[in-house]
C-alpha cells in the first residue's frame, strides 16, 4: 500500500474515535493528491484514477455513537512524459537514468521514480541520432624552413606527424573533424654566386642589387627548387681595382683657358669622349683650350678586361670683369708702377674708353681704344703739364669682352708723391 494512503486510513481511524459533543452524524472530508499509478482503500473500498470520489458512512465511528460521514475527494496526477529526440555526433554518449546511450544504443524509455516536479514519475522517450565523423589526411612535403598550421598547432620538418580534432569542423557544422597529419621533410638546395665584376657594375639577385658597397648576402629564392621548394644562394663578389678621374670642376672667367688631364688607375684600350676631343688617343692629353661659354665632358675609359670606367668634368664659365686696377700709384715710381693702368684677363679684348677724373670732377685723362695690359697706354700722371696734385681719383672704364659685348666699370685709385 502507498504511504500516503496508509496515511490516510490512519487519519480515519482517528477520525472516527474523537468524541462528538453532537447527536448528528460527523461528516469529514478527505482531499488529497497521488499519482495515477497509486490506489488507496477508505472503509474497505478502492479509490484510483477512475475513481477518485465517492461517500463513505462509518456505522456507530462517531464518539457520540453517531455514524461518520467521509467525503472522499481525490485527484490523481498522470506521469510526466518527456522526450529525448537530439541528432549528436559519433563518439558521444548520453546518460539517462544512469543508463549510457551511444551511436551502437539510440533507442528506450526510462522511467524515473519520482522524477516529476509534482513527486511523480517521469517517463523520457529516447530516440537519438548520431551523425559521422569526417576524418581528414593531409600527406604532402614541406620544405625546411616552412611550417605548416594545423588547428593552429605548428607542423615543420621536425614536427611531421600528428592528429588534430577540429571542434565543429565537419561540413554539418556540428560535429567534430579528424586531421591526420603526415609531412615529408625535404632539403632546401644551396648555391654559390661567385664573380668578379667591374668596379661600377652591379648584379641583381632576387630584387636586392649587389655592388662595391653591398658584395655578400644569403638569398632564398621562392619556390626555385625542382621540388617547389625555395633555394639559398650565397653571394660572394670582389670588384676589379680600377679607377678613372678627370678632376674637380672647373670655375673660370671668360677667355680663360684651361686643361682636361685624365688620371688613370687602369691600361686604357680605348677612349671615348663625349662631346668628341680633336683627338681620341691618349698621346693627345691633357686637352687645353679657352672657354667660352659652360661646357662639360665625358669619358669613357675601356681597359683589357673589358671594363668601362666613365667620369664628366663641367667647366663653369662667369661672365664677370676679370680686370684689375691699382689702388695707388706713383707718377715718379720705376716701370710700370708709374702709370696707371688696367691689366684683364683674355675674356677682355680692349678697353674701349677710359676716363680719369680727380675729386672735382674735373677729368684728367680720357682716351678711347687702349689696350689692357699696356701701361704706356695708361695715365702717366700729368695733367696741364704738370704732375697732378696728390689725392684721390676715379676712373670709368668701357671694356668690350671678346664676344663683342661690353660693360661698363668704376673705381678710385690715390694719387702719392
Given at each position: 500500500?502507498?504511504?500516503?494512503?496508509?496515511?490516510?486510513?490512519?487519519?480515519?481511524?482517528?477520525?472516527?474515535?474523537?468524541?462528538?459533543?453532537?447527536?448528528?452524524?460527523q461528516?469529514?472530508?478527505?482531499?488529497?493528491?497521488?499519482?495515477?499509478?497509486?490506489?488507496?482503500?477508505?472503509?474497505?473500498?478502492?479509490?484510483?484514477?477512475?475513481?477518485?470520489?465517492?461517500?463513505?458512512?462509518?456505522?456507530?465511528?462517531?464518539?457520540?455513537?453517531t455514524?461518520?460521514?467521509?467525503?472522499?475527494?481525490?485527484?490523481?496526477?498522470?506521469?510526466?512524459?518527456?522526450?529525448?529526440?537530439?541528432?549528436?555526433?559519433?563518439?558521444?554518449?548520453?546518460w539517462?537514468?544512469?543508463?549510457?546511450?551511444?551511436?551502437?544504443?539510440?533507442?528506450?524509455?526510462?522511467?524515473?521514480?519520482?522524477?516529476?516536479?509534482?513527486?511523480?514519475?517521469?517517463?523520457?522517450?529516447?530516440?537519438?541520432?548520431?551523425?559521422?565523423?569526417?576524418?581528414?589526411?593531409?600527406?604532402?612535403?614541406?620544405?625546411?624552413?616552412?611550417?605548416?598550421?594545423?588547428?593552429?598547432?605548428?607542423?615543420?620538418?621536425?614536427?611531421?606527424?600528428?592528429?588534430?580534432?577540429?571542434?565543429?569542423?565537419?561540413?554539418?557544422?556540428?560535429?567534430?573533424?579528424?586531421?591526420?597529419?603526415r609531412?615529408?621533410p625535404?632539403?632546401?638546395?644551396?648555391?654559390?654566386?661567385?664573380?668578379?665584376?667591374?668596379?661600377?657594375?652591379?648584379?641583381?639577385?632576387?630584387?636586392?642589387?649587389y655592388?662595391?658597397?653591398?658584395?655578400?648576402?644569403?638569398?632564398?629564392?621562392?619556390?626555385?627548387?625542382?621540388?617547389?621548394?625555395?633555394?639559398?644562394?650565397?653571394?660572394?663578389?670582389?670588384?676589379?681595382?680600377?679607377?678613372?678621374?678627370?678632376?674637380?670642376?672647373?670655375?673660370?672667367?671668360?677667355?680663360?683657358?684651361?686643361?682636361?688631364?685624365?688620371?688613370?688607375?687602369?691600361?686604357?684600350?680605348?677612349?671615348?669622349?663625349?662631346?668628341?676631343?680633336?683627338?681620341?688617343?691618349?698621346?693627345?692629353?691633357?686637352?687645353?683650350?679657352?672657354?667660352f661659354?659652360?661646357?662639360?665632358?665625358?669619358?669613357?675609359?675601356?681597359?683589357?678586361?673589358?671594363?668601362?670606367?666613365?667620369?664628366?668634368i663641367?667647366?663653369?664659365?662667369?661672365?664677370e670683369?676679370?680686370?684689375?686696377?691699382?689702388?695707388?700709384?706713383?707718377?715718379?715710381?720705376?716701370?710700370?708702377?708709374?702709370?696707371?693702368?688696367?691689366?684683364?684677363?683674355?675674356?677682355?679684348?680692349?678697353?674701349?674708353?677710359?676716363?680719369?677724373?680727380?675729386?672735382?670732377?674735373?677729368?684728367?685723362?680720357?682716351?678711347?681704344?687702349?689696350?689692357?695690359?699696356?701701361?704706356?697706354?695708361?695715365?702717366?700722371?700729368n695733367?696741364?703739364?704738370?704732375?697732378?696734385?696728390?689725392?684721390?681719383?676715379?676712373?670709368w672704364?668701357?671694356?668690350?669682352?671678346?664676344?663683342?659685348?661690353?660693360?661698363?666699370?668704376?673705381g678710385?685709385?690715390?694719387?702719392?708723391?
Amino acid at each position: 500500500m502507498h504511504y500516503r494512503a496508509f496515511r490516510f486510513i490512519l487519519a480515519v481511524l482517528l477520525f472516527c474515535g474523537l468524541a462528538s459533543t453532537t447527536l448528528n452524524a460527523q461528516v469529514f472530508f478527505l482531499r488529497d493528491t497521488f499519482c495515477n499509478n497509486q490506489l488507496i482503500v477508505v472503509n474497505n473500498h478502492l479509490y484510483g484514477p477512475g475513481n477518485p470520489s465517492g461517500t463513505e458512512v462509518l456505522p456507530g465511528a462517531a464518539s457520540n455513537g453517531t455514524d461518520s460521514i467521509v467525503e472522499v475527494r481525490l485527484v490523481f496526477f498522470q506521469p510526466v512524459m518527456l522526450r529525448l529526440d537530439q541528432t549528436l555526433c559519433e563518439g558521444d554518449t548520453v546518460w539517462v537514468n544512469q543508463i549510457p546511450y551511444h551511436a551502437g544504443f539510440t533507442l528506450g524509455t526510462e522511467i524515473i521514480e519520482g522524477g516529476a516536479a509534482n513527486g511523480c514519475d517521469s517517463i523520457i522517450d529516447v530516440n537519438l541520432r548520431f551523425l559521422e565523423t569526417v576524418t581528414y589526411k593531409i600527406e604532402q612535403v614541406i620544405c625546411e624552413g616552412d611550417t605548416l598550421l594545423v588547428n593552429g598547432v605548428a607542423y615543420d620538418a621536425y614536427h611531421t606527424t600528428g592528429t588534430e580534432v577540429v571542434t565543429g569542423g565537419a561540413p554539418n557544422g556540428q560535429c567534430d573533424s579528424i586531421i591526420q597529419v603526415r609531412l615529408t621533410p625535404a632539403p632546401l638546395p644551396y648555391s654559390e654566386r661567385t664573380d668578379t665584376l667591374c668596379p661600377d657594375t652591379f648584379l641583381m639577385i632576387n630584387g636586392r642589387r649587389y655592388d662595391r658597397n653591398n658584395r655578400y648576402g644569403l638569398e632564398i629564392l621562392p619556390n626555385a627548387a625542382a621540388n617547389g621548394c625555395d633555394s639559398l644562394v650565397n653571394v660572394r663578389l670582389t670588384f676589379r681595382e680600377l679607377w678613372l678621374s678627370l678632376g674637380d670642376d672647373l670655375d673660370i672667367a671668360l677667355g680663360d683657358s684651361a686643361c682636361i688631364t685624365p688620371l688613370f688607375g687602369m691600361q686604357p684600350v680605348d677612349l671615348y669622349w663625349s662631346p668628341p676631343l680633336p683627338c681620341t688617343s691618349i698621346d693627345c692629353l691633357p686637352y687645353c683650350k679657352s672657354f667660352f661659354a659652360n661646357e662639360q665632358y665625358t669619358l669613357d675609359a675601356t681597359d683589357i678586361s673589358g671594363c668601362v670606367l666613365r667620369d664628366d668634368i663641367r667647366i663653369a664659365v662667369r661672365k664677370e670683369p676679370p680686370v684689375y686696377a691699382p689702388t695707388a700709384f706713383q707718377p715718379g715710381a720705376e716701370w710700370p708702377n708709374n702709370y696707371f693702368f688696367l691689366s684683364a684677363g683674355a675674356g677682355i679684348a680692349g678697353i674701349k674708353h677710359l676716363q680719369i677724373a680727380n675729386r672735382w670732377g674735373e677729368v684728367v685723362f680720357d682716351k678711347s681704344g687702349t689696350a689692357p695690359n699696356t701701361p704706356s697706354e695708361g695715365w702717366d700722371g700729368n695733367w696741364r703739364g704738370k704732375t697732378a696734385p696728390p689725392g684721390v681719383y676715379i676712373f670709368w672704364a668701357n671694356l668690350e669682352w671678346i664676344d663683342g659685348s661690353t660693360q661698363v666699370i668704376s673705381g678710385s685709385f690715390a694719387l702719392v708723391h
